[in-house]
């Protein structure tokens, strides 16, 4: 991405943690990132391409590398795939979590201690 861009994401993060928004990042077509990964995807944690790939994203983006799911998108596949439904549903499972997160705490905001 070009540094417009770039500039562009760290902007709406600035706004997004004024708000307290919590943020998840997609990091789509991993299996571009290597030869292995493009055949199999079952060991995409411990391919070291994704892994810099997490950490470059979750450097550039000001987020924490866990916050940074690799999936792969459907797009020559024919039939479900369960490694890469499995990835998709770990990050909306995430994604949901922070969501179900954020609305808790803004219909019932943490008391002071001290009140």
Request: glycine share 2%; hydrophobic share 40%.
């Amino acid at each position: 991405m070009d540094e417009i861009t770039w500039f562009k994401l760290n902007e709406l993060q600035r706004r997004l943690n004024i708000r307290e928004i919590p943020r998840v990042v997609l990091l789509i077509k991993i299996d571009f990132l290597s030869e292995t990964l493009a055949k199999d995807l079952k060991e995409v944690f411990k391919c070291a391409e994704v892994k810099e790939a997490v950490y470059y994203v979750s450097q550039k983006l000001h987020v924490d590398p866990g916050d940074v799911m690799p999936i792969k998108n459907y797009e020559s596949e024919s039939m479900v795939n369960n490694t890469i439904g499995s990835l998709a549903m770990q990050a909306l499972d995430r994604m949901l979590g922070y969501a179900s997160d954020y609305l808790e705490n803004k219909h019932h905001p943490k008391q002071d201690a001290a009140t």
